[in-house]
């Protein structure tokens, strides 16, 4: 069996955590979520876990995405996780600067789950 891998989605959107919750766990992922990127970096720096990959929204309340990917990055711990960022926005100009904050990939909502799987498997191996 492969080694299960703990994923942080962050979402302000109920229905999407619940979404993301059970594509997730039903291929075999540990799950936590935040409902934005304040409540992400409380919850990781409350928490003991260490997460394997985070998958995060753009627009969000109290901090965004790119506030949330540039604050993770600007932490050693968090330096080299893996950010995807998943979101309605698809334009060129919006990828870019999730980039140039540090995301590793991005995907349009509505998500298709093996797509994301796919997507985080390879970005963590």
Request: charged share 30%; proline share 2%.
């Given at each position: 069996m492969?080694?299960?891998?703990?994923v942080?989605?962050?979402?302000?959107?109920?229905?999407?955590?619940a979404?993301?919750?059970?594509?997730?766990?039903?291929?075999?992922?540990?799950?936590?979520q935040?409902?934005?990127?304040?409540?992400?970096?409380?919850?990781?720096?409350?928490?003991?876990?260490?997460?394997?990959?985070?998958?995060?929204?753009?627009n969000?309340?109290?901090l965004?995405?790119?506030?949330?990917?540039?604050?993770?990055?600007?932490?050693v711990?968090?330096?080299?996780?893996?950010?995807?960022?998943l979101?309605?926005?698809?334009?060129?100009?919006k990828?870019?600067r999730?980039?140039?904050?540090?995301?590793?990939?991005?995907?349009?909502?509505p998500f298709?789950?093996d797509r994301?799987?796919?997507?985080l498997?390879r970005?963590?191996h």
């Amino acid at each position: 069996m492969a080694e299960e891998l703990h994923v942080l989605t962050v979402d302000d959107s109920a229905s999407m955590r619940a979404l993301l919750r059970v594509a997730l766990g039903s291929r075999g992922y540990r799950v936590s979520q935040a409902e934005d990127g304040v409540a992400a970096l409380e919850w990781l720096a409350d928490s003991g876990d260490d997460v394997d990959v985070i998958v995060t929204d753009i627009n969000m309340p109290r901090l965004d995405g790119f506030g949330l990917i540039e604050a993770l990055r600007d932490q050693v711990r968090f330096r080299d996780c893996p950010i995807l960022v998943l979101s309605t926005e698809s334009s060129d100009e919006k990828k870019a600067r999730a980039r140039s904050a540090g995301a590793t990939g991005w995907i349009v909502k509505p998500f298709d789950a093996d797509r994301l799987d796919s997507a985080l498997r390879r970005i963590t191996h």
